[in-house]
């Protein structure tokens, strides 16, 4: 069975900083494209950063300058680190990977979402 677990979220007061972890378990044979996507209430979800297997990364226009996405290729773990975070930036932030498992081709999973708060 393949998985993503994040991990990370929690409550923040605005202008402060938090760091989202997912990482990819079970058969895998290879992960390419990962990303954190969020949905605040009431929104539909939206991409906010993505990394690809070579560390070509593309933001959200919101996030530019204050998020930056990482990963460790070695440990099939993503990172986002939020600097900077403002009231705005409450959702839920959801994992998701492109992943070759070892029986089967390449499959897009999600992972159960990590919940930010920024708040005062």
């Known amino acids: 069975q393949v998985q993503l677990v994040e991990s990370g979220g929690g409550l923040v007061q605005p202008g402060g900083s938090l760091r989202l972890s997912c990482a990819a378990s079970?058969?895998?044979?290879?992960?390419?494209?990962m990303g954190w996507y969020r949905q605040a209430p009431g929104k539909q979800r939206e991409l906010v950063a993505a990394?690809?297997?070579?560390?070509?990364?593309n933001y959200a226009d919101s996030v530019k300058g204050r998020f930056t996405i990482s990963r460790d290729n070695a440990k099939n773990t993503v990172y986002l680190q939020m600097n900077s975070l403002k009231p705005e930036d409450t959702a839920v932030y959801y994992c998701?990977?492109?992943?070759?498992?070892?029986?089967?081709?390449?499959?897009?999973?999600w992972g159960q979402g990590t919940q930010v708060t920024v708040s005062s």
């Open positions: 079970g058969k895998i044979f290879s992960v390419h494209r």
């Open positions: 990394i690809t297997s070579d560390g070509s990364t």
């Open positions: 998701n990977a492109d992943m070759r498992t070892i029986l089967t081709g390449v499959h897009n999973y």
